[in-house]
């Protein structure tokens, strides 16, 4: 559920009009719901009622540092994947204490600052990674907290550039291997075996994959807290969203009309599934949601640049680019296409909707249905939110877009459209070319 929808003909989040936002601010431009993230939240947190849970939101999806204060504000931790990730959170103005470190490759450095700031626990994915935290922790004199990704080798559907949960992925300990690691881990002596991890992949519309997975690791996280005195279980972050018919998805009304076994899931069926199965653990819960927390929140707004008739074909081409949003490129992803002034008068159009960058990847939906628009005119990606302006890039000398954040009937300006000056800002001719 989210807070994008027509009022009259025009496009809002929340009360804002979004052509108004392009106005002001230019285009492509991302905009997102601060309403719809609070909502995520608190539904989630409802859901995992009963238990002791703590929201890590996994920031790689949207990190802009006003997204992280709001959920700083909401009560959330973070889960981060690098040194520059944790500095955001930093200035955010958050703390580190409640955030864990993920990735199966921390330097030093980035090991080092993460103990400084007290962080709650690096989740550690091999042997190798263990003597270099329990080396950097010795050097300054402290236990560093740990948790070992376990790889519960469980399929989980999903596109598989973003299924991290089998046997043949980069990531984690295999369950057969993870009574070793663990034992292994107990005897550094800078090290503190604070809790167990998993995290099974992205995009994960079903709750059965889940359940699986924690049914495996559970009993294992049990012998940890016997053994060694674990206080925390982490199940990771994965829960999908829906892209497709993502304006209708809106309302609960939409969820509600959903077949049974049809619906896609939510967070409450997701706590539903999960909680009988953690409750009798008694440990902490940690959740790292990334895209279920921001994804339906964000749009990105781009403007008309032509409508190009050929034959047998038509391409809408539009001023945003797969450097702006690169999912359909890397991911073949789907992201519902909406005029930000809906006219029913006019026909309906069949278009490919491409950027304007020199590449036949960039093109973000083949023989897509639309309303027909026109140079000039505005519209809307949805659902992009989360891996959108996180993923971005300049290729083609273009420059990172312009992100808003909307409340209520406030907007401002989160991140500036990049300019030239900046983009070009590291770059020298040396002196022997001169
Ligand atoms: C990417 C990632 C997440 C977040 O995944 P989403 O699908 O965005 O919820 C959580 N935990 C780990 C370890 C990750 O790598």
């Known amino acids: 559920m989210h807070h994008f929808r027509y009022s009259g003909s025009d496009l809002h989040c929340e009360s804002v009009d979004l ?63 690098s040194g520059g990730e944790l500095r ?6 958050a703390e580190v204490k409640r955030s864990v470190f993920a990735g199966v490759g921390k330097t030093e450095a980035e090991i080092k600052l993460a103990l400084e700031n007290e962080i709650f626990s690096f989740h550690v994915e091999s042997e190798p990674e263990l003597v270099r935290i329990n080396h950097v922790a010795g050097t300054l004199g402290v236990k560093a907290p740990i948790a070992i990704r376990i790889n519960p080798d469980v399929d989980a559907h999903t596109h598989a ?35 167990v991890q998993m995290h099974i ?17 559970a009993p294992f996280a049990a012998e940890l807290k016997a053994k060694f005195g674990i206080s925390y279980f982490s199940v990771g972050g994965g829960i999908g969203i829906v892209y497709r018919d993502a304006l209708a998805s809106g309302p609960q009304s939409w969820w509600d009309a959903q077949p049974e076994g049809k619906r896609p899931i939510t967070p409450e069926a ?3 599934a999960l909680v009988p199965l953690l409750q009798p653990l008694g440990l902490k819960i940690l959740l790292e949601p990334g895209r279920f927390m921001v994804g339906n929140a964000g749009v990105l707004v781009s403007r ?53 960058i020199c590449e036949s990847g960039d093109c973000f939906a083949k023989d897509r249905q639309l309303q027909e628009v026109g140079e000039g005119e505005l519209i809307a990606f949805l659902s992009a939110g989360a891996y959108g302006y996180a993923m971005a890039s300049r290729y083609n000398s273009r420059t990172m877009a312009a992100e808003v954040l909307v409340q209520g009937s406030k907007f401002e300006l989160i991140n500036s459209r990049e300019s030239f000056e900046h983009l070009v800002a590291g770059e020298k001719v040396p002196a022997f070319l001169k």
């Not at 936002?21 to 719809?36: D, E, F, H, I, R």
């Not at 992205?202 to 690791?217: G, M």
């Not at 081409?317 to 999912?327: C, P, Y």
């Open 19 to 81: 052509a108004a936002v392009a106005k002001l601010y230019g285009t492509p431009t991302y905009v997102y719901s601060a309403a719809t993230i609070a909502d995520n939240v608190t539904r989630l947190q409802r859901g995992l009622a009963g238990l002791d849970a703590q929201i890590c939101y996994a920031m790689k999806a949207n990190s802009n540092i006003a997204v992280l204060r709001h959920f700083a504000n909401l009560g959330c931790g973070f889960d981060l994947v």
């Open 88 to 93: 955001r959170v930093l200035v955010a103005g």
């Open 161 to 195: 550039k973003i299924t991290t949960g089998k046997s043949d992925n980069k990531f984690g300990i295999p369950l057969k291997y993870a009574a070793a690691a663990y034992e292994a881990a107990a005897k550094y002596p800078n090290i503190h075996v604070k809790g």
């Open 201 to 217: 992949g992205s995009q994960l519309t079903d709750v059965s994959p889940f359940v699986e997975a924690v049914e495996k690791v």
């Open 270 to 272: 997701y706590g539903a």
């Open 304 to 356: 008309v640049e032509h409508l190009k008739r050929g034959a047998g074909k038509n391409f809408l081409i539009v001023d945003a680019a797969m450097n702006d949003l690169v999912r359909p490129a890397m991911y073949e992803s789907f992201h519902e296409i909406v005029p930000l002034r809906r006219d029913t008068s006019r026909r309906a159009l069949v278009a490919d909707v491409v950027g304007p």
